[in-house]
T-cell receptor
Framework: KAGVTQTPRYLIKTRGQQVTLSCSPISGHRSVSWYQQTPGQGLQFLFEYFSETQRNKGNFPGRFSGRQFSNSRSEMNVSTLELGDSALYLC?????????????FGNGTRLTVT | GESVGLHLPTLSVQEGDNSIINCAYSNSASDYFIWYKQESGKGPQFIIDIRSNMDKRQGQRVTVLLNKTVKHLSLQIAATQPGDSAVYFCAENGDSSYKLIFGSGTRLLVRP
């Protein structure tokens, strides 16, 4: 079974621009979550989608948004980029049972904002 | 490689020794815990999980211990190998959501 796939692997953007990151979950997984990883703040939850609906949201500004498509693929968007948005953005998917299906992560998209 | 954390606590062990990585979790209502391993340039990789109705769970060369009284979790790695060098994170889940709260991580270095 293929793992979680994220594209692109690396991105360099300028302050004020916007960016879209893409994620394909493990086949059969309908839950997709996004996390931000930085050296200072560690791994922080952004949001989670299930069957095209946002089910939970972390404590991030409205510039961070996401969506999920009918095939469970997901995208996240960051508008009006700031230098502090430079991070590794990780997508993860899981099955429906909270205890028997832990989150499986992709290798992330490394975003650099200059 | 890319830096996961600049000031992570580091555990250095000799190849072949056993490693113990500790984690204090924050929410006494958390009922599901997971350990992840993250190598440079990669995403976190699932190692082992445990529910709060258990004190111990064993996998291949790894054991997780849960002490709910003091909100403490540990990961034991037997016969540590160079390939075990990575950053290890504990994570907790305390409600019906799928949101995980991650610890700050521990860097494991295996000396040959």
């Amino acid at each position: 079974k293929a793992g979680v796939t994220q594209t692109p692997r690396y991105l360099i953007k300028t302050r004020g621009q916007q960016v879209t990151l893409s994620c394909s979950p493990i086949s059969g997984h309908r839950s997709v979550s996004w996390y931000q990883q930085t050296p200072g703040q560690g791994l922080q939850f952004l949001f989670e989608y299930f069957s095209e609906t946002q089910r939970n949201k972390g404590n991030f500004p409205g510039r961070f948004s996401g969506r999920q498509f009918s095939n469970s693929r997901s995208e996240m968007n960051v508008s009006t980029l700031e230098l502090g948005d430079s991070a590794l953005y990780l997508c993860a998917s899981r099955g429906e049972n909270r205890y028997n299906s832990p989150l499986h992560f992709g290798n992330g998209t490394r975003l650099t904002v200059t | 490689g890319e830096s996961v954390g600049l000031h992570l606590p580091t555990l250095s062990v000799q190849e072949g020794d056993n490693s113990i990585i500790n984690c204090a979790y924050s929410n006494s209502a958390s009922d599901y815990f997971i350990w992840y391993k993250q190598e440079s340039g990669k995403g976190p990789q699932f190692i082992i999980d445990i529910r709060s109705n258990m004190d111990k769970r064993q996998g291949q060369r790894v054991t997780v211990l849960l002490n709910k009284t003091v909100k403490h979790l540990s990961l034991q790695i037997a016969a540590t190998q160079p390939g075990d060098s990575a950053v290890y994170f504990c994570a907790e889940n305390g409600d019906s959501s799928y949101k995980l709260i991650f610890g700050s991580g521990t860097r494991l270095l295996v000396r040959p």
